[in-house]
């Protein structure tokens, strides 16, 4: 692996982000980059329509102490922003990871990952933001977008970093899965955990010849790795396999379907991050 790019927003998931990222880097002699986006919105207060509502001289000089109030907010926003990477620079630096750089960025995340993401392998993000850090059940605004708009794996950090052994890949027989397979084959940089394939669902004979010949991959890569295939519903079997400690990372395909459907019926992708409090390193 070349690169890895990690999105921070200052938020408490955001030593998490910068922890795992230390942890691919480590184990795949990685670059990392670290980028803040501060966000068009986050800094602007233009005034509504005004007219009607007040004089013209007083209106004019609202509108020159709001210019001015915005200018001191972008200004802010920037130091802010420059500490913040400073520090997380140093927290990665810390765990041996020589080759760190930062980005400050005001634009839209979906942009600038559509902008950078050429030269990266995997896109380190946080499970939720500044706005969301104590709602178990909400996840960020822009995680989702940011799974659609990328071709790269993306790495969910959960709320703390926590060592991770075993690896557990939800196998659904699809495309992504298989992408994610062929990824950690090929990576060479997960020796020593221990993978495990589960299918959850009814099982046939074309389920278990796909699970057993992605397992064999894996072992051709020299990994130890195991398949099994349990019945039930994913969504349930897997976040209870996570709560009991089975699992320290969950790998999976992501999104399959368009956003009207999962709005008419749901996603497992997103109930999955929602309820796993495990990282999860997400394929498309």
Known sequence: MARLIAFIDGSTYSESVCDHAAWIAKRTDA?????HILGRRSISSAPGNLSGSIGL?????????????????????QERGRLILQESKARIEATGVADVETRLRNADIVETIQEYEDGADVIVIGKRGEAADFAKLHLGSNLERVVRSSSRPILVASRAFKPIEKVLIA??????????????????????????????????????RKIESARDVLRDAGYIADA????GEPEKVIAEMADAGETDLLV????????IRNLIIGSTTTEMIRSCKIPVMLFR
Request: aromatic residues 6%; glycine residues 10%; charged residues 25%.
């Open 31 to 35: 670059q990392v980059e670290i980028m």
């Open 57 to 77: 001289g007083a209106r004019s000089a609202l509108l020159e102490k709001l210019a001015e109030s915005d200018a001191q907010a972008a200004k802010l926003a």
């Open 171 to 208: 196998f659904d027989g699809g495309a992504s899965v298989t992408k994610a397979v062929d990824f950690i084959a090929n990576l060479k940089g997960f020796d020593g955990l221990d993978f495990r394939l589960l299918s959850v669902g009814t099982e046939t004979a074309e389920t278990r």
């Open 228 to 231: 099994r295939i349990e019945p």
């Open 252 to 259: 999976m395909g992501a999104y399959g379907h368009s956003r």
